[in-house]
């Protein structure tokens, strides 16, 4: 389906952040799903490969890969207008500009905050 994508351990704390922080729910058509499920991923609105917001709360929606997320892969247009919804146009925009924004990718620490952001939830 998606074929192999690398993920960092920065990328893999950041998603157990996001999947707890939505109470294992996906935003699309709110199924809820168990912890363990592999079938509830973290999408990214802007690939992962844009550094600025690849662990932007803005840029993630927590959706289920099969059939939510496969569905918005196909239909991108679709996505833009849940995702302007959801957002609300200025933060759209703001998000889209950093997006545009240059980051210096630092896997050490991008981990330490994803690890800062999974322990506050953790504590609330």
């Not at 849940?82 to 933060?91: A, F, H, I, M, Y």
Request: hydrophobic content about 25%; proline content about 2%.
């Amino acid at each position: 389906m998606f074929g192999k994508i690398k993920r960092r351990q920065s990328d893999i704390i950041y998603s157990k952040y996001q999947r707890k922080l939505k109470g294992y729910r996906c935003e699309k058509c709110g199924a809820v799903h168990d912890p363990l499920s592999k079938n509830l991923g973290v999408s990214h609105f802007w690939p992962r490969s844009n550094e600025s917001t690849r662990f932007e709360d803005d840029n993630c929606d927590v959706i289920c890969n099969i059939p939510c997320h496969e569905y918005f892969e196909s239909h991108r247009t679709e996505y833009k207008e849940w995702k302007l919804n959801r957002l609300g146009k200025r933060e759209y925009d703001l998000l889209e500009l950093t997006k545009n924004q240059y980051k210096k990718r630092d896997d050490y620490m991008d981990a330490l905050k994803a690890k800062a952001l999974l322990a506050s939830v953790d504590n609330f």
